[in-house]
């Protein structure tokens, strides 16, 4: 039988999250083409403090998606530990970054899209939900961001 820990403050909850922005390398993304087909695929991320910098080819169904559709959501973690991140996405040409920022992914992720034959685009993402939870008595209270402000 597990012990169940007590609900964490909204404001630890955030604290958290961060602190698993600033570390994880990888998340899980989910997306949409225009006529609702569903695709979801782990992705290499740098946080930034603001917002999370993804990379995919621009042709594939993950990149496709987040073009028309400029809205993602985003999941850290496993289904004990979640945080989701719902955001607007801002696509960008693979040389848009500066070098600094590109080399800055390379190096937290150990992929650098920009030395690859096949076609990447950059995808900055903005927070504007987001929720995270742990066990069901962490439901309530799970919403840490609304209209990309946080709430602790």
Do not use: C, K
Request: charged letters at 30%; zero cysteines; glycine letters at 8%.
């Amino acid at each position: 039988m597990s012990t169940r820990n007590p609900p964490r403050a909204r404001a630890e909850r955030r604290r958290d999250t961060e602190h698993r922005l600033a570390r994880d390398v990888d998340v899980w993304v989910a997306s949409a083409s225009p006529d609702g087909t569903p695709h979801l695929v782990p992705l290499s991320f740098d946080w930034d403090g603001e917002t999370l910098l993804l990379s995919t080819p621009a042709g594939s169904p993950t990149g496709r998606n987040l073009a028309a559709t400029g809205t993602v959501r985003v999941g850290l973690g496993g289904t004990r530990d979640v945080t989701l991140i719902d955001g607007e996405v801002e696509v960008m040409e693979i040389d848009a970054l500066t070098s600094e920022l590109g080399d800055r992914f390379a190096a937290r992720t150990g992929f650098d899209p920009r030395t690859l034959t096949t076609p990447y685009r950059w995808f900055r993402v903005t927070p504007r939900r987001v929720r995270a939870w742990r066990e069901e008595n962490e439901l309530s209270g799970r919403e840490l961001m609304r209209d990309g402000r946080w709430l602790a």
